[in-house]
Nanobody
């Protein structure tokens, strides 16, 4: 069974930092997409950052480039990983529910939420001005 469990959300003032974590377990293939999405009320989920586990390549949406960093540890053990999202220089517009997601057995990692098989429950990030 694949499980994704997020933690690390909270409230912070603009300009501050937070680090989100996602404990990923049960992925039994070597090539997967691991991603962070976010959603605000009334909007679709937006892809924020992703990493392709096959080669470690990362990708970011334009609004977070230079401020957010996606990473993972325990990369040698591909069945269990912890995925991180380091968020610096936070802005009020970063306020959202953040979700980690996994797309298994794929070399193609899109910022399309419907393409992801597995999701965490979400963690709230609130940035005040």
């Amino acid at each position: 069974e694949v499980r994704l469990v997020e933690s690390g959300g909270g409230s912070v003032q603009a300009g501050g930092s937070l680090r989100l974590s996602c404990a990923v377990s049960g992925l039994r293939v070597s090539a997967n997409c691991l991603a962070w999405f976010r959603r605000t009320t009334g909007k679709e989920r937006e892809g924020v950052a992703l990493v392709y586990t096959g080669n470690g390549q990362t990708r970011y949406t334009d609004s977070v480039k230079g401020r957010f960093t996606i990473s993972r540890d325990n990369a040698e053990n591909l069945a269990d990983n912890t995925l991180y999202l380091q968020m610096n220089s936070l802005k009020p517009e970063d306020t959202a529910m953040y979700y980690c997601a996994a797309r298994s057995s794929s070399w193609f990692c899109p910022f399309i939420s419907s393409e992801y098989n597995y999701w965490g429950q979400g963690t709230q990030v609130t940035v005040s001005s």
